[in-house]
């Protein structure tokens, strides 16, 4: 008889060899050398559990490309659930294992990593989580709410259709809305905005102890502080809900009003707004490592800065390779109940020193990035790092200053047994190590 089917049988064979063995490896296995008890396997989560090498090392690594952290497993949540039981469950061990949320792993040296504990992709959760929901109240005007596992692209290109963006970017969009609204979220329109965390009205987020917490300035307001700014210590945001306003259509005339300029010295080019937020593209070179650094300074000791830093330090190093970003802010805009931090006056600086290297130069670029602290630690200038790195705790609290009590206070109210984003290394040194 004829095979009433278009394909040979002997693809059909092959079809199902390779279905088969696609199972096998995506199966979490025992994990013997672990502390994540065997029994997680019967769990509700478990089918969206991974331990096979591609998922394990990309979860180790992020785009620093300085730091390897490899977990056990990576839970690619199918639902704000999965991450709910996933961090229960941890509770529920007698030695608790980490876990960490991880946007777009666009960090620089682990942060989003967990080691021998399950990194979140919360990218698992953009088929079947909230999405990004334009709307508009009488009282709060227009607003997006938008999944933590959102990236900003995606939001600018969803509130566009409606000719409304958010007011405050960072240069690059492919970065999550969970992972800068854990930092802070800068870039040349928080002068007169704010960072994106001064653009949030409320958060939906999983705490340290696995509740499920809607928090705003007016509901829950510790834990809405704590997070934005907060490193991932006291909860997985899920969602974020944005101010909006009508996009601009051109910025350019209103700008210019009040500059004086000789006219034939202009350059000007008109680009649709969605074209001028996402003209920062960054390749994708796996080899590279990014020994970044990123410092706040203090407009008081702006001229101390530039002749140590900029005319000493840069000027004589001989391979400075990467961007350099330096642009002011406005402390009115940030709000100091938040976790971030900045230095104590009004206006200061960001400076964004982006190298590029070579895997064996990032060590040249580690020693101009501590020339640069060591100078403003001896000549006073009191600068606050950025997308923070410090080994030690007494380096957190002195970033912290003020800030470092009610730091740890809400880590204990929110992860007290110390859950979450342990590739911080605020809270628990000891589990990680550089390599
Ligand atoms: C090319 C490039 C350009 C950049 N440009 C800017 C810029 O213009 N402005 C700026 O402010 N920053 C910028 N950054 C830095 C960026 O904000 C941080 O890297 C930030 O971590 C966002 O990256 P991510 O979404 O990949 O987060 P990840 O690196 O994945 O995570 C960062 C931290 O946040 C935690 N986290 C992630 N998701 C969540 C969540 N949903 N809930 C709670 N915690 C979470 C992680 O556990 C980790 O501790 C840039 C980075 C790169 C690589």
Known sequence: MRN??????????????????????????????????????????????????????????????????????????????????????????????????RGRGHSIRG?????????????????????IRVSWSPS????????????????????????????????????????????????????????????????DVITGKGEFMTCSKHMNSELFFGVLGGLGQFGVITRARIILHKAPTKEIELLMKDLEFIPGFIFKKDVPIIDFLSRVKTGDNQKEAHPWL????????????????FVDIIGNHNQTKGPILFYPFNRKKWDDRMSAVTPDEDIFYTLGLLHSSGPDESEDFDKLNNKITEFCEKAGIEIKQYLPYYKSKEDWMKHFGSKWNIFEERKMKFDPRMILSPGQRIFTSDLQSDI
């Open 111 to 131: 942060q989003a990593t967990a080691r021998d504990g399950v990194v979140v992709e919360m990218s698992g959760l953009s088929k079947n989580g909230i999405g």
């Open 294 to 309: 990123n410092l706040f300074v203090p407009k008081s000791r702006i001229n101390d800065f530039n002749a140590g830093v």
């Open 4 to 101: 009433p089917c278009l394909i040979p049988s002997h693809f059909t064979v092959f079809l199902i060899i390779i279905s088969y063995s696609t199972c096998i490896v995506a199966k979490p296995r025992p994990w013997t050398n672990s502390l994540i008890p065997n029994h997680i396997l019967s769990t509700e989560f478990a089918s969206n559990l991974r331990d096979d090498p591609d998922a394990i090392t990309k979860a180790s690594n992020d785009y620093g490309n300085l730091i390897q952290d490899t977990p056990s497993a990576v839970l690619y949540p199918s639902s704000v659930h999965d991450i709910i039981n996933l961090i229960k469950f941890s509770n529920n061990c007698s030695t608790p294992f980490s876990v960490s949320a």
């Open 140 to 203: 709060l005007g227009y607003y997006a709410d938008v999944g933590g596992e959102q990236l900003w692209i995606d939001v600018l290109r969803a509130t566009m259709e409606h000719d409304l963006a958010p007011v405050s970017w960072t240069d690059y969009l492919y970065l999550s809305v969970g992972g800068t609204l854990s930092n802070g979220g800068i870039s040349g329109q928080s002068f007169l905005h704010g960072p994106q965390i001064s653009n949030v009205l409320e958060l």
